[in-house]
């Protein structure tokens, strides 16, 4: 934290309150200095991490090796695809821990920088939203491997009721040493899969949300940049007159000197948060399109009104995630562009010819709006679609089944799944 001596800000108290709480739990919360969290935290890492790539693999295989059974192979992939990307984040974030810690120690002294209740407000506003958002994330996801992890127990209890044949079943279809399921061994590998689903939740937990609140807290700064731009003019008093003197446009020129530096310094910060983050969205983008195409077909295909309630949820959390990256990248493209807008609604045509170039060098550069774009991608809400663009008709018990999908900028994620599906269905 930043020690300046004076009481901290109001976003303080907001800052990253969610991943934060998921990053402790998987004990991978970056610091500046490896080993410099709580002992116990590389313990938690290591846990978490191993019991997730066992997952991952183990249940990939599983689908694999089951490829004649297409719904069971589904079952299996759906839940180990969500696993390899999140260990594929988790060794991002474990990797580069440093360059993480540095990211957020930057764009806290930006928050940190302004103590005016207007602009504090304005953050915690954004700060409770991505809170609020992130929660919603993890507790969609929390649901579903609830769902996961209590539908053998209940299936299990049913049938002892009725003294029907079959015995419990793990929570997951996953591949493992024969010892593993023995009886005596049995309940420790359903705690385990438990754990590693509990695991996935908080990895993914922590690192969209990370993504989302980020993206949010940039937006403040931008915000706060606007709102310091509008102040340079407002405190001129400059409605008295029609052309600004040789003073005013002096202390007009001194002010925007910091405006351009602070500018530069936020661009800079978006620029190393993508590059961060290249991998892990593009990753998540190019999945996304087979674990919604998963959890859809097995909502289709079920006959259990348990398993079609548990890929209901995982469906939910899918969508949610798809969301937060959308929403949090529109954000940033939003607020950097609305920079360029502030700038040509002030009174630039009062200054002198030299302040006028300064504020055009500021305003061209505002007018290319600074995006989170990975390859193939830019989260945005644009890119997140408005259902009902396309409809997707699928063949299914000599019925059509018709689900609408958002024509989306390529690779068109949620009409891909649709394609997806209308390809897997001529396979069963």
Not at 13 to 36: C, D, K, N, Q, T
Not at 88 to 115: E, P, Y
Not at 332 to 343: C, H, K, M, R, T
Request: overall charge neutral.
């Amino acid at each position: 934290m930043i020690d300046s001596g004076e009481p901290e800000p109001a976003i303080a108290g907001h800052f990253y309150r969610i991943p934060r709480l998921s990053a402790r739990i998987v004990g991978i919360w970056p610091e500046m200095r490896r080993g410099s969290g709580p002992w116990y935290s590389h313990l938690l890492f290591v846990f978490a991490f191993l019991v997730v790539l066992v997952g991952a693999v183990g249940e990939v295989s599983y689908g694999c090796v089951h490829l004649d059974d297409l719904v069971v192979a589904l079952e299996a992939f759906c839940p180990g695809t969500t696993k390899a990307v999140c260990v594929l984040k988790l060794w991002v974030f474990f990797r580069s821990s440093r360059q993480w810690a540095v990211l957020i120690q930057r764009l806290q002294s930006m928050l940190w920088a302004t103590r005016r209740e207007e602009g504090q407000r304005m953050l915690v506003a954004l700060a409770t939203t991505a809170s609020r958002l992130s929660l919603l994330l993890l507790s969609s996801g929390t649901t579903t491997n609830t769902a996961f992890n209590l539908q053998p127990l209940i299936m299990g209890l049913y049938r002892w009721l009725f003294e029907l044949p079959g015995q419990i079943e793990l929570p997951f279809n996953i591949i493992l040493p024969a010892f593993a399921v023995q009886p005596s061994l049995f309940p420790v590998t359903y705690v385990l899969l438990t754990a590693s689903g509990a695991c996935t939740v908080f990895a993914f937990s922590f690192v969209d949300g990370f993504f989302l609140c980020s993206c949010l807290y940039i937006c403040g700064v931008f915000r706060l940049l606007q709102q310091d731009i509008r102040r340079i003019f407002a405190d001129l008093h400059g409605d008295s007159v029609d052309v600004f003197t040789e003073a005013m446009n002096g202390e007009v020129r001194q002010k925007l000197a910091h405006i351009v530096e602070r500018h530069n310094a936020i661009i800079d910060l978006c620029t190393d948060l993508t590059r961060q983050f290249t991998v892990i969205v593009l990753m998540h983008f190019l999945s996304a399109a087979f674990v919604l195409c998963s959890t859809i077909l097995d909502i289709m295909l079920n006959t259990s009104s348990l398993s079609g309630l548990t890929y209901i949820c995982y469906s939910i959390a899918a969508l949610t995630q798809l969301f937060l990256y959308c929403f949090g990248g529109n954000h940033v493209s939003e607020s950097s562009g609305a920079v360029a807008d502030v700038l040509y609604d002030i009174e630039w045509y009062k200054c002198d010819a030299r302040t006028r170039k300064m504020i055009l060098m500021i305003l061209r550069r505002s007018q290319r709006a600074k995006t989170i774009a990975v390859p193939f991608f830019t989260p945005s809400l644009a890119a997140f679609g408005s259902v009902g663009d396309c409809v997707r008709c699928v063949d299914y018990d000599n019925k059509c089944l018709c689900f609408p999908f958002s024509a989306l900028i390529p690779p068109q994620i949620l009409s891909t799944t649709g394609s997806y599906i209308t390809l897997l269905k001529t396979f069963l």
